[in-house]
Each structure stands twice: as C-alpha cells, then as structure tokens.
Nanobody
Framework: QVQLVESGGGLVQAGGSLRLSCAASGIIFNFNVMGWYRQAPGKQRELVAAMTPGGSTNYADSVKGRFTISRDNAKNTVYLQMNSLKPEDTAVYYC????????????WGQGTQVTVSS
C-alpha cells in the first residue's frame, strides 16, 4: 500500500517561512521523481517543484529563489522549504511520486493547507 503523508502546513504571515515534509512508503523511493504541487481555490493544480533521485530539480518560475526542494533517500522523505512567502502562495500543497519511466504522476498525498496572510 502506497502512502505519501504530508506535514508542516499552516498559517504564516507574508514574508515568513514554512517547511513541508512528505514521508513515502510502499514505493521504491530511489526510483521515483518526487514533487510538490499546489492548488488554490478556483485554480488548476500546478507543479511547484520536483526532484529526481539523482538530485536534478525543476521549479515553477513563481517560486524560484524562494522555495527549495530536497530529499533524504535514506528516510524516504521529500521536503519543501518555503521562504519569503506571499499571499498568492496560499493553496493546498500536495506531494507527488512519479516513476522515472513514466510521464504522469503515479501517487498523490492527501494535501496540506498553506495559508499566507497579508
């Protein structure tokens, strides 16, 4: 049974920081691209950041320089450090796992709410 369990969301003032964590089980972590997506009310889910097992990263333009994705392959955990948060970062953030051999997400976490107040 695959589980992606996010934690670390919450309410923060603009300019603040949060660190999201996603603990994965039931997958071969080192064979998966791990990512973070977000979905704001009335908007489509969008990619925030992704990281391959080898450490290559991809970021949405809107978060470059503010967010950092990292992963601990020994702990099967992926992180998203979010700094200089803005109200427009408010969304439900989802952890994702995608096998290296596929182009679509295989698994999703349940989501964690991030709210940035102005």
């Amino acid at each position: 049974q695959v589980q992606l369990v996010e934690s670390g969301g919450g309410l923060v003032q603009a300019g603040g920081s949060l660190r999201l964590s996603c603990a994965a089980s039931g997958i071969i972590f080192n064979f998966n691209v791990m990512g973070w997506y977000r979905q704001a009310p009335g908007k489509q889910r969008e990619l925030v950041a992704a990281m391959t097992p080898g450490g290559s990263t991809n970021y949405a333009d809107s978060v470059k320089g503010r967010f950092t994705i990292s992963r601990d392959n020994a702990k099967n955990t992926v992180y998203l450090q979010m700094n200089s948060l803005k109200p427009e970062d408010t969304a439900v953030y989802y952890c994702s796992a995608r096998r290296l051999t596929t182009s679509t997400t295989d698994y999703w976490g349940q989501g964690t709410q991030v709210t940035v107040s102005s």
